[in-house]
């Protein structure tokens, strides 16, 4: 009698134990809420600063620096660059390797290893190119996309980084200045609007550009 009731008890614990492992798995998954960023990079009126802004932090936090031994060299800062292009593919371009070689030396490194003509190089090649005049080609709105990253933190029907174009274009559709709000982020950046993840400022762009790119979103 004993034996039997025991057998009935282990019985009853292991569906117990099949019921809350089912429950469990059929709980729906919590999204997962990362922190706010709080390092910050260190500003510059160098180009490099623009474009670690830019593309560097979609992928991870200003305090990766932290990590890298003090006093890196412009050499050095360049080839850790190079090394993030070609083995992690990181959507950086060979002159913005370099801009921001300069840039991370300049700043966190060994400054004295950045030259004149460094500075030179990439103040010249960071430079904006100016609005085309009306009658020449269209811009072609995917490759700047593609060059300055954008698709890295948005897609046009899904969330990843950003939100979705699509989403953003149902937000401001039936506001009479979501075209300029959208260009405004662009440009500006913006934090706050779509959760904790900033968006940072593509102000090298030209105004012809910008107002392309939010065309485009505003018609997804």
Avoid at 53 to 78: E, L, N, R
């Amino acid at each position: 009698m004993n034996q039997s009731r025991a057998s009935s008890f282990a019985f009853a614990l292991a569906a117990l134990a099949a019921m809350a492992a089912a429950a469990v798995s059929a709980a729906p998954a919590k999204p997962i809420q990362l922190p706010a960023e709080t390092v910050k990079l260190k500003p510059s009126s160098l180009p490099g600063y623009v474009v670690a802004q830019q593309k560097c932090a979609m992928c991870h936090s200003a305090d990766y620096i932290a990590y890298q031994p003090p006093g890196m060299t412009v050499a050095q800062w360049t080839a850790e660059m190079t090394k993030m292009q070609h083995l992690y593919g990181a959507p950086i371009s060979d002159v913005e390797v370099k801009v921001l070689g300069v840039y991370l030396a300049a700043t966190y490194g060994d400054a004295n290893s950045v030259t004149a003509a460094d500075r030179a190089l990439t103040a010249e090649a960071s430079a904006p190119m100016p609005d085309r005049p009306a009658s020449t080609a269209a811009i072609d709105v995917q490759a700047l996309l593609n060059a300055n990253a954008c698709l890295g933190c948005h897609a046009v029907a899904q969330k990843i980084v950003g939100p979705a174009y699509h989403d953003v274009a149902n937000k401001y559709k039936a506001d009479p200045a979501g075209l300029s709000k959208i260009a405004a982020s662009i440009k500006g950046g913006s934090s706050g609007k779509w959760g904790t993840a900033p968006m940072p400022p593509f102000a090298q762009l030209t105004d012809t550009q910008i107002k392309e790119l939010a065309a485009f979103v505003m018609k997804q």
